[in-house]
């Protein structure tokens, strides 16, 4: 499969090691200081591009990206959920020929306990008694606070009860990433938890997303590939 890069950051560098090593083909990376190269014939060869920017370059990025008609697997993080529905970036890609996944996280794990998630904060409709509380640690390079990923869950608990939980944010060192989520009340407390060793499972994520985007118009999330 032939992908294109958009973004060649740290992130950028593991996705296409990881790439090369799942057998597929580079045929462009486009950062901050060649964005003309969207206009190339390498980028339009894409079957896929993979988008990891900021999110004052993103929806430039996926603009151009649909023009020559390559659909996008897109990690930027930074805008939150609403931010992104504003955007209207899933209005403009169902039932169209734009193809688009966004996800705050292409880890397997933790799209596994935003499932989890969501399914214990409908458990937890029951039992007003428990309050929730989040901490997010990311490494020190990290620009947003709370993470996409926090905003996430967030989003996911408040859409089945309230009161929402509230997000700490902590940078240190280099954390990769650690999620966890805890109901408190009176007499116990439950706990679930994500714990990133390294970048590696967000790109390798990526690139499945980008296997599995191949060939697809519309709106999609990275829930369709790794929990249909």
């Not at 993470?147 to 939980?165: D, F, H, M, N, W």
Request: proline share 3%; charged share 20%.
């Amino acid at each position: 499969m032939k992908i294109a890069l958009i973004g060649y950051g740290k992130m950028g560098h593991i996705i296409e090691s990881i790439a090369l090593e799942r057998g597929h083909e580079i045929v462009c990376i486009i950062d901050k200081d060649n964005t003309e190269d969207f206009h190339s014939a390498a980028f339009a060869s894409a079957d896929v591009a993979i988008e990891f920017t900021t999110p004052q370059t993103a929806e430039a990025n996926l603009l151009r990206a649909w023009a020559v008609g390559v659909p996008v697997v897109s990690g930027t993080t930074g805008w939150n959920i609403e931010e992104f529905r504003i955007k209207n970036f899933e209005l403009r890609t169902k039932n169209s020929d734009r193809g688009l996944m966004w996800s705050s996280n292409y880890s397997i794990g933790v799209n596994l306990l935003f499932a989890l998630n969501k399914q214990l904060a409908k458990f937890m409709e029951a039992y007003p008694n428990y309050t929730p509380h989040m901490t997010e640690v990311h490494h020190i390079h990290k620009l947003d606070a709370p993470s996409g990923t926090a905003k996430t869950l967030q989003e996911a608990i408040g859409e089945e009860r309230l009161p929402v939980a509230d997000i700490e944010s902590i940078r240190e060192g280099e954390v990769p990433g650690i999620h966890t989520i805890t109901w408190d009340s009176e007499v116990d407390t439950i706990t679930i938890s994500h714990s990133a060793k390294s970048r590696k499972g967000f790109a390798l994520g990526a690139v499945i997303a980008a296997e599995w985007m191949k060939g697809k118009t519309g709106w999609h999330e990275f829930s369709e590939v790794i929990l249909s």
